[in-house]
C-alpha cells in the first residue's frame, strides 16, 4: 500500500520559519516528480513547488519564490519543504503528492495534508 505522510505543520508568527517532510512508502519515488500543493479556507488547492525525479529540478509558485525551497532524499523517499519568511497568506492545507512514474503527468499519490498556520 503506498503511503505519504506529511509531517511539521503547526502554528507561526509572520516572519517565521517551518520545514515540512513527506515520507513515502510502500513503493520507491526516485524516478518521479514529487510535489507540495497548499489549500486555503474557502479556495481551490494551489501549486506551490515540485521536485522532478531525474536531475533534481526545481519548480515554485511565482507566490513562494525566494522564500521556500524544496528538496528531495531519495535514499529516504522522502521530499521536503522549507518555508521561511512565512506570510499570513502562506495560511492552508499543504499536500505532498507524488506522480506514478517518471513519464507520467498527473500526480497519483496524495498525502493526508498537514495544516500550517501563519498569523499576523
Known amino acids: 500500500q503506498v503511503q505519504l505522510v506529511e509531517s511539521g505543520g503547526g502554528l507561526v508568527q509572520a516572519g517565521g520559519s517551518l520545514r515540512l517532510s513527506c515520507a513515502a512508502s510502500?513503493?520507491?519515488?526516485?524516478?518521479?516528480?514529487m510535489g507540495w500543493f497548499r489549500q486555503a479556507p474557502g479556495k481551490e488547492r494551489e501549486f506551490v513547488a515540485a521536485?522532478?525525479?531525474?536531475?533534481?529540478?526545481?519548480y515554485y509558485a511565482d507566490s513562494v519564490k525566494g522564500r521556500f525551497t524544496i528538496s528531495r532524499d531519495n535514499a529516504k523517499n522522502t521530499v521536503y519543504l522549507q518555508m521561511n519568511s512565512l506570510k499570513p497568506e502562506d495560511t492552508g492545507v499543504y499536500y505532498c503528492?507524488?506522480?506514478?512514474?517518471?513519464?507520467?503527468?498527473?500526480?497519483?499519490?496524495w498525502g493526508q495534508g498537514t495544516q500550517v498556520t501563519v498569523s499576523s
Open positions: 503528492a507524488a506522480r506514478g512514474g517518471a513519464q507520467d503527468l498527473t500526480y497519483d499519490y
Open positions: 510502500g513503493r520507491t519515488f526516485r524516478w518521479s516528480r
Open positions: 521536485v522532478s525525479g531525474i536531475g533534481g529540478s526545481t
